[in-house]
Structure formats: C-alpha cells, structure tokens
C-alpha cells in the first residue's frame, strides 16, 4: 500500500487547514478522483471514516475477485485499492483517516468549511463527495448499558495493542479482525477469552489453526456462546457474562477489556444532514459535472443519483474525470480549459513525474 501524508493531533488542533479541494470518502472513486485533478494540476485532501483507504473494496470484499474494469481481465478488489494508490501517488495528497465528516458549511466567499470527528477543519474551494453507502460503523455489542463501557473498556478498534498487555483481555467475534488480535495478544494479555457463537469461523484457516494450538497449550480459552452482560462500575469493566449457545451453560469470565470485532455496516449519516437534495438516499447530481444542488459540491460514485445511474466503480471513473473539468472551471473560471491527452502532454507528464529534468518548463 502506497504511503500517505497523515496529520499529527496538533496540526488537527490548529487552524483550518486550506485546500484546493477536499474529497470526502476514499474509496476507489475518491482515490481515482485524487488523479484526475492532479492531472489538471488541482491538489486535494481527502478524508475517510475507516482508518485505511478502499471503501467497499478494502472493507467488504478484498479477496474477491472484480471481472469489470476496464483493460484488467481480473483483479482482486484490494489490488485495485493498491493499483489506485500507487496511480495517485505522484500527487501527494494528504489523507485524513479514521475520522467521519460531520460538518460541510458554505462560508460566505463561496468557499466551503468541513469538519471532522476528531476536530480537523478544512477550508475548501470545491468538494466532492465520494461517501459511497455512507461511512463505515462498526457493529456495536448489543447489550444494555453498553455506552457506558464503550471507549472506556470496551472498543470496536484496537488503536495501541500495547494497552491490552497485561490485562485481561475478551474478544468477541468470529473473523479475521477478531482471530487475528486473539492470536497476536494471546501471549501478551493476562488472560484472554475468545468468544463467538458458531463454531465455523470466518478467518483465515492458518489463523485459526494458530487459535486453537493456544487454546490447546492453554494460553487462552474459546466459548462457543455470546456475552449477555457485563459487569464494572463506571465504565471500568470487571468481568463478562457469557452464556453457550444451547443456553445452559454460563460462564463469568475476567475482562478487564473487550474488543469487540462484528464488522461493520453503511451509515449514510451526516451526509444526508448537509442539505443537499437528495433522492432515495443517494444526492441527486447533474451528468454533466456531477454536482449536487449546491455549486461547488460534486458528487460521485455510489452516492450520487442520476437518470440511468449504475452503482458501478467504471461509472465511478468516468464521473471523476468530468468533475475534476468542472472543479477545474469552479476555481478557475478565467481558465481556457482544453483536453490533453497524457500519452502527448508535457505538462500531464510533468505532473506525473514522468518528464526529465532538463525539459523546458511548460505552463497551460
Ligand atoms: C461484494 C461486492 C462486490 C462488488 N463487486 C463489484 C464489481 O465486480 N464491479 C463493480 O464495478 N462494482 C462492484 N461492487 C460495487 C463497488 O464496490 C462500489 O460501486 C464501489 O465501492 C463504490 O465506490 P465509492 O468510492 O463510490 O464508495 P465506497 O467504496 O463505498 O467508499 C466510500 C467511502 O466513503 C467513506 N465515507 C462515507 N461517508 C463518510 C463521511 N461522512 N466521512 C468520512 N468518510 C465517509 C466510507 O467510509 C467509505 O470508505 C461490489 C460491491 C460489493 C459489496
């Protein structure tokens, strides 16, 4: 996976942080976004939910298989997410990750001032909104007075493993995010039980071969079952219940923490609360810039509705390209905009890293 340039909590803290553009959701169309406005010279931030980029690619079906893009016979869906990457790398944009956009404010000069969950603001000419289904939840555990405990001792993501060394640790679930922390902190944590109600798990076989090996040598335990309560005062947990899935059995199980790994769903969320016409739950955009009611905010990709509109990532492409054009002439109006090809533009080569060194300077 490519690198990316990630702002550290006191540039969060300080002032606005002024772009050009600011992409909203980096899943393959916002990423493929990031190259067609670099082509025309245009910078942009982008900014997602989920703490690495590929939307429903990277999160929903990686392994998988995609028969439908055009020159690549097959390709796996987190190889396209790299391939976009690597394609968009010669821009530099500046990724803003694990943090959902909660704001999108025009300000009076046209511009426009986002905002995210962890306190990060942008100042924007133009945005595009490539939310796709909406912002990436995790599944939260379903229990009563779970608020309490949740960001104290209960998470849906580990942010520093180190925090689980030497606790007692419970981990609920039953795929590769659940088995793969099992197998890494099992060694680590005082204790540390796997809790996940069928016994067919959707994990990596190795990695799930590994869990058992612990559980035999007795570094960890695995309960076939579910949590139905958990017990600790003011959000520091104490220990768990857990009942096994015929419900005769239950078991009061030390846990200090809990991770939590139900995967995660769609919320369309803030997006729909920036007013913005919608239409069956998707913003409804021209097909000549793909902008939504309000100039200077572009829509494209899953989230965005037209006559005829398919929920395809090629549909996704081609909408990138003629929004890059049409941000292009929102910021620069005076602009001449012409069409240049990158197999003869100095400048697009240029961009791309491509022209030599000693090449004549090149200017649109
Ligand atoms: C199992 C499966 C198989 C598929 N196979 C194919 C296929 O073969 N061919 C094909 O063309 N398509 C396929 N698709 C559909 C394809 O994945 C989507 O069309 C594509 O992912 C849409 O891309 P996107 O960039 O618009 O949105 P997404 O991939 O959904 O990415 C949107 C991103 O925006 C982020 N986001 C949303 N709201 C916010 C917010 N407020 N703040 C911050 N971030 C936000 C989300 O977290 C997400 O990462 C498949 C889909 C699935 C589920």
């Not at 690198?3 to 553009?21: D, G, K, Q, W």
């Not at 209960?154 to 493993?161: E, K, N």
């Not at 035999?216 to 335990?221: D, I, L, T, V």
């Amino acid at each position: 996976m490519s690198e990316h340039i990630a702002l550290t909590s006191a540039e969060r803290a300080s002032a606005p942080v002024v772009a050009e553009t600011v992409i909203i959701g980096a899943g393959p169309c916002g990423l493929f976004q990031i190259f067609e406005l670099g082509l025309l010279g245009i910078s942009a931030h982008i900014i997602d939910s989920l703490a690495q980029p590929g939307g429903q690619c990277t999160e929903l079906y990686p392994d998988k298989p995609i028969y439908d893009i055009p020159a690549l016979p097959v390709c796996g869906a987190q190889e396209l997410i790299d391939r976009l990457l690597e394609q968009a790398k010669p821009f530099h944009a500046t990724f803003h990750l694990g943090q959902e956009v909660t704001e999108l404010t025009p300000l009076p000069d046209g511009k426009f001032e986002i905002a995210t969950v962890l306190g990060t603001r942008l100042i924007a000419g133009a945005v595009v909104i490539a939310a796709g289904v909406g912002s990436f939840q995790p599944r939260r555990l379903a229990l009563p007075g779970i608020e309490a405990f949740e960001g104290k001792s209960v998470h849906y993501r580990v942010r520093s493993a180190s925090d689980y060394h030497g606790r007692d640790l419970l981990i609920c679930g039953g795929g590769d995010s659940a088995l793969d922390w099992t197998v890494a902190l099992a060694e680590k944590a005082r204790s540390l039980t796997l809790v996940h109600r069928r016994s067919e798990f959707r994990a990596a076989p190795a990695t799930v071969a590994r869990m058992r090996e612990l559980v035999a040598a007795g570094k960890m335990q695995h309960i076939e079952g579910q949590v139905v309560a958990l017990h600790g005062e003011t959000g520091r947990l104490d220990h768990a219940v857990v009942q096994s899935n015929n419900g005769e059995t239950t078991f009061n199980v030390p846990a200090e923490q809990c991770l939590v790994f139900y995967g995660l769903h769609p919320k369309l969320g803030p997006v729909a609360e920036w007013g913005l016409a919608l239409e069956r739950k998707a913003l409804r955009v021209d097909t000549e810039k793909f902008q939504t009611s309000v100039p200077g905010i572009f829509a494209i990709g899953d989230i965005n509705t037209y006559p005829g509109k398919k929920k395809l990532i090629l549909s996704g492409f081609h909408e990138a390209a003629l929004t890059a054009f049409a941000i292009q002439h929102h910021l620069f109006p005076e602009k001449r905009q012409f069409l240049q090809y990158t197999t003869t533009s100095p400048i697009m080569q240029k961009r791309l890293g491509l022209a030599p060194a000693d090449a004549p300077v090149v200017t649109e």
